[in-house]
Each structure stands twice: as C-alpha cells, then as structure tokens.
C-alpha cells in the first residue's frame, strides 16, 4: 500500500509531539517534529549572545546554521552542527522565546523548504503549527489537536517536574501558554489555525493511547493504514 503524510497541528502544550511521534511508531513512518527545528534556532541566537528582536541577524545565523533531526531510541534527536541539543532546546529559556523567533519570514521559509523536501516520499508524521495550512497542505490526513490551557499547563508541569528542568509554577505555566498562544495566532505570517480539512480533536479529557487510538482509526478509514 502507498505510504501518505501525516499533518498534526495545535497550540504549545496540546501533546503533538508525543501524539505524532507514537502515531509513526505504530505505522512504521517517519517522526518529523518542526517545532524542535524553530527550538534549535532559538537556542543558537542564545549561545551567539544576540536577541530575539534582532531579526535581520538572526535570519543570518538561521542560515549559516545546520539542522540534523535523527530518528533515535527515545525519539527523535537534534543536532546543530553537530551538536546534540535534544535537551537543551526545552529549556524554559528556550521555550520563553521560540514564539518570537519562529514568527519572522525568513526564518519560517528557510526551515519550511527543508520541512518540505522531508515529505516529498510520503511516510511522513509532522507536528507544529502550521503543517496542515502551509507545510504539507496536501497531506492526507490532517488533525488539530487541542486542550484547555489549565490541561495543557498541568501536562506541561507534570513533564518538566519529571525532568528535573521545571523552574516555573503551574499558574506561570498557565501564564505562559496563553501568551504563546495568542502570540501564534496572532502572528502575520502562517499563524496557528485549524486546516478546513482538519479534523478538531479536544484531548483535555482523553488519554494519550486514546488520542493514538482515534488518529489511527481516520488512517485506517480514509487511507487504509500504513505498513
């Protein structure tokens, strides 16, 4: 049988790279996750001493930089030149900017062409934002996943306590996903919304294998599923 993309899109929190990265596993795909590679950008203008508004120097850096994303045991593992920065782009720092750095034009349209061209074969599961409405409009199956901010905020607690990363409280948390959210809707150029042909999925109440369950079921039903 073909293979076919996958998009996944929705705001910070809402568990797509988890979501997209089990989805892939169960179809013997590949795990493309867009907002490490805007994660990896911002944590290069940081190490460069440069700032977020800088825009004209960070499309600059966005460009003389390599990006490598590697499929590994425990997910996918990201490489900028030749670094492994897989941990520290989730830092909270990291994370306080990525909205920022990720709205600028040049830096979308460099890492969309590389997002692009990884799709050209099919076999592809992409989480970010924007994947359904402008990275991979074609895509076969499309899904908006969401949940309510206070879900999305103890998700997001819950994940950083376990690491050992979190320096924030879970009402700064809540604070602070709001913010990107409106930010990424807000934004001029491919801002965060649900593809016409997407299907609305609300996870607040559903479990992880739950949500796997119920994308894996439209692959089956509209394409046939995978392997």
Same mark, same amino acid.
């Given at each position: 049988?073909?293979?076919?993309?996958?998009?996944?899109?929705?705001?910070?929190?809402?568990?797509?790279?988890?979501?997209?990265?089990? =989805?892939?596993?169960? !179809?013997?795909?590949?795990?493309?996750?867009?907002?490490?590679?805007?994660?990896?950008?911002?944590?290069?203008?940081?190490?460069?001493?440069?700032?977020? +508004?800088?825009?004209?120097?960070?499309?600059?850096?966005?460009?003389?930089? /390599?990006?490598?994303?590697?499929?590994?045991?425990?997910?996918?593992?990201?490489?900028?030149?030749?670094?492994?920065?897989?941990?520290?782009?989730?830092?909270?720092?990291?994370?306080?900017?990525?909205?920022?750095?990720?709205?600028?034009?040049?830096?979308?349209?460099?890492? =969309?062409? !590389? &997002?692009? &061209?990884?799709?050209? %074969?099919?076999?592809?599961?992409?989480?970010?934002?924007?994947?359904?409405?402008?990275?991979?409009?074609?895509?076969?199956?499309?899904?908006?996943?969401?949940? %309510? =901010? /206070?879900?999305?905020?103890?998700?997001?607690?819950?994940?950083?306590? +376990?690491?050992?990363?979190?320096? !924030?409280?879970?009402?700064? !948390?809540?604070?602070?996903?709001?913010?990107?959210?409106?930010?990424?809707?807000?934004?001029?150029?491919?801002?965060?919304? /649900?593809?016409?042909?997407?299907?609305?999925?609300? %996870?607040?109440?559903?479990?992880?294998? +739950?949500?796997?369950?119920?994308?894996?079921?439209?692959?089956?039903? /509209?394409?046939?599923?995978?392997?």
């Amino acid at each position: 049988m073909d293979k076919f993309n996958i998009a996944l899109d929705g705001p910070a929190g809402a568990g797509k790279s988890t979501i997209a990265r089990l =989805v892939a596993r169960a !179809l013997g795909f590949i795990y493309v996750d867009t907002g490490a590679m805007y994660r990896a950008v911002t944590w290069k203008v940081q190490q460069e001493g440069l700032r977020p +508004e800088q825009e004209t120097e960070v499309a600059a850096l966005a460009n003389r930089m /390599k990006i490598e994303l590697i499929p590994g045991e425990e997910g996918q593992q990201v490489f900028v030149d030749g670094v492994d920065v897989t941990k520290a782009i989730r830092s909270a720092e990291v994370t306080a900017h990525v909205s920022q750095i990720a709205s600028y034009g040049a830096v979308r349209q460099l890492l =969309v062409a !590389l &997002q692009q &061209q990884m799709t050209v %074969s099919k076999g592809v599961v992409m989480d970010g934002r924007d994947i359904g409405t402008h990275v991979m409009p074609d895509a076969e199956i499309k899904v908006f996943l969401t949940a %309510s =901010v /206070k879900e999305r905020a103890e998700r997001r607690f819950k994940e950083l306590q +376990e690491s050992g990363t979190n320096t !924030l409280t879970l009402s700064e !948390l809540e604070q602070d996903i709001a913010r990107r959210d409106q930010f990424d809707e807000a934004r001029e150029i491919s801002p965060l919304r /649900k593809a016409h042909d997407a299907v609305l999925m609300d %996870s607040t109440s559903m479990t992880i294998t +739950e949500v796997v369950d119920e994308i894996l079921g439209l692959c089956k039903n /509209k394409v046939g599923g995978g392997k």
